[in-house]
């Protein structure tokens, strides 16, 4: 008996170690919120390897808004305590705002007696519990805005009105997100993303904007427009917010942007709404915003749309919420962000990162820059940031889709391929030139000889994908698209502006075959020995002046007084003079404030005082 008894127990034990070593390596192998990675893979992992050191801090707050919807607040409380958080501390703060001065202040007080009191006896097993009740009614503006400050660059914020409501999975795929994307420091696109939408895409704010359509292999995607109903918020991207707000409040500037459907609402709500403010600050910045496309209409977050400040009446819930019951497929799954489509306010595909580096890389971008077998190349040197910004934006409105920007090695070119911008980095691309072509930049002029270079290699480039190449400065504005889409002179291969500094060279056999490395060469060894004026030393005049020393070449100069308007040399009426032209320019040496004001003039002065476009011009795909 006693020997079976100890071989009871010895069993019993056994079991009771192999249960707890079970228990300790299940929980122990469960994700926290201190095993994050930058690590970008095809799919999410849950167990992420080589998590970085300052990951340690991260955290995920809730912020609750509500008002007098006790129903709603009940209803999405529930949805949000019955998510799996795995083995995360994750936060709850709701945000109570009081009755208006207006409104009927019994019913008012019992509705936000009643709802202290639920809150006061809701549990929240997950993290720390905190209500905030406002002294006096706030609004819906101030609810959003006054929530939250991150502490770090590692706090995160998701926020759900009162009338949302969560899947269980929610938080996984949130988790996911943050894992994958905002600690994947490879890519420099991470810096253009300010957060993560779950509600359903299903609205185009730009007047005139392209339907959103997405095939069915598109689970996630980017879209600058914020989603409301269920807004996950990046840290640095909402300080930015917020200063940028305080700053226009301050200064009585209005969040206009013409062309949207959300200035209008502005108009008519005033400061009752906030997302107006958020909107023309993230079209300054360029920023965008997760979105998920999930099958028959399905999404993580479902507003049941309940009368309130957006809604006079219930107008029910706008998608049918996600659960694991009708998970069909893989939710975790998220592709390198490389891979993401991303989507303007037009609802218009983006490409950002667009930075050609090398010969290679001109030849894998030009086919998606070329129209009508035609590329317009915009050098930057010697422009300023605004005049830049002031082309892009009259390029938007022309619909301009053929150019190419090429300027020197800066934060600012890089910002604009961030956007979305074809750039060419020259001083990358010099090198990469020289590396292989053994060239030596022996000149007094240095810059101009590198700019006169690198143009000559990038229509190289165009001459061999068999695309015709204008080559312009940045200090000119179009007044159509039509100019860079057709030959001036059928009859001639190269023509070019004296003033306008233009360059056209046609994608003719005989060019092609001229076009040599050889010629390159040549040009390199005689840009310093071209006799030209101080003002007229630029690239259309020195090419121009090389290509009339070459057997055979037919070259004509435009005769700029019936195509464009020099709005440097002081004409009394330029409004008049404009009419029929196809461009302005001016000279370099023309002043800043001078440009904007005649621009102006001439209603081309495009751009705000944050110097982005003060339009969004949509043109339908």
């Not at 993303?193 to 779950?198: K, M, Q, R, V």
Request: glycine residues 4%.
């Amino acid at each position: 008996m006693v020997g079976s008894n100890q071989k009871r127990h010895l069993l019993l034990y056994s079991l009771v170690a192999l249960v707890f070593f079970y228990s300790y390596y299940y929980h122990s192998s469960l994700p926290t919120s201190k095993n994050l990675t930058r690590t970008e893979t095809e799919t999410f992992n849950l167990i992420p390897q080589n998590a970085p050191s300052h990951s340690s801090n991260f955290t995920l707050l809730i912020k609750v808004l509500t008002f007098n919807r006790l129903n709603s607040l009940s209803r999405c409380l529930h949805s949000l305590s019955a998510a799996d958080y795995l083995t995360d501390r994750v936060h709850l703060h709701v945000y109570v705002d009081h009755s208006a001065p207006l409104a009927d202040q019994s019913s008012s007080e019992s509705d936000s007696r009643a709802i202290l009191r639920f809150l006061d006896g809701f549990e929240w097993k997950f993290g720390d519990k905190f209500v905030h009740y406002r002294t006096a009614n706030a609004g819906l503006q101030a609810q959003w805005l006054e929530a939250w400050w991150p502490t770090s660059d590692h706090e995160f914020a998701f926020v759900a009105e009162d009338d949302l409501e969560v899947s269980p999975l929610f938080y996984k795929f949130l988790r996911g997100l943050i894992v994958n994307y905002y600690y994947h420091a490879a890519s420099n696109l991470t810096r253009s993303i300010y957060g993560a939408s779950l509600q359903r895409p299903r609205f185009v704010p730009g007047k005139h904007g392209n339907k959103i359509h997405l095939d069915n292999g598109t689970q996630l995607f980017l879209y600058q427009l914020v989603g409301t109903w269920g807004q996950l918020l990046f840290p640095q991207p909402w300080k930015e917010f917020r200063l940028w707000y305080d700053d226009h409040k301050a200064r009585g500037i209005k969040p206009f942007l013409d062309g949207m459907v959300t200035t209008g609402w502005y108009k008519k709500m005033g400061e009752r709404i906030w997302t107006p403010w958020f909107i023309k600050f993230i079209y300054s910045h360029g920023y965008f915003n997760f979105y998920t496309h999930f099958p028959n209409e399905r999404a993580l977050s479902v507003s049941h749309r309940d009368a309130g400040v957006n809604y006079g009446k219930s107008a029910g819930p706008d998608s049918k919420l996600l659960d694991e019951s009708s998970l069909d497929f893989n939710i975790l799954k998220m592709q390198p962000l490389s891979n993401l489509k991303w989507y303007d306010f037009c609802f218009r595909e983006v490409f950002p990162g667009r930075v050609v580096k090398s010969m290679d890389d001109l030849g894998t971008v030009l086919p998606s820059v070329q129209r009508q077998e035609t590329v317009l190349v915009v050098s930057l040197f010697g422009a300023s940031d605004a005049v830049t910004r002031n082309l892009l934006c009259q390029f938007e409105r022309i619909n301009s889709q053929n150019h190419i920007f090429l300027g020197s090695h800066s934060d600012f070119l890089y910002d604009l391929a961030r956007r979305g911008n074809p750039v060419i980095d020259a001083d990358l691309f010099l090198n990469d030139i020289r590396a292989y072509e053994s060239l030596s930049l022996q000149s007094s002029d240095a810059r101009l000889t590198k700019e006169v270079l690198v143009k000559v290699y990038v229509i190289k480039k165009c001459l061999e994908y068999r695309y015709s190449a204008w080559v312009v400065d940045a200090n000119f504005l179009p007044f159509s698209n039509d100019l860079f889409l057709e030959p001036i002179d059928a009859t001639s291969d190269f023509y070019y502006g004296e003033s306008s500094k233009l360059l056209f060279v046609k994608s003719s056999s005989s060019v092609q075959k001229m076009w040599t490395k050889n010629f390159l060469y040549e040009v390199a060894n005689l840009v310093d020995k071209v006799s030209l004026p101080r003002d007229h030393r630029n690239f259309a005049n020195i090419m121009a002046n090389l290509l009339r020393q070459k057997a055979g070449v037919m070259i004509k100069k435009v005769d700029e007084s019936k195509i464009g308007l020099d709005i440097g040399t002081g004409s009394a009426n330029q409004s008049s003079s404009a009419v029929g032209k196809k461009i302005v320019y001016w000279s370099a040496d023309l002043g800043p404030d001078r440009i904007q004001k005649q621009l102006e003039e001439l209603s081309l002065w495009n751009i705000d005082s944050d110097s982005s476009c003060k339009a969004v011009i949509c043109h339908q795909s």
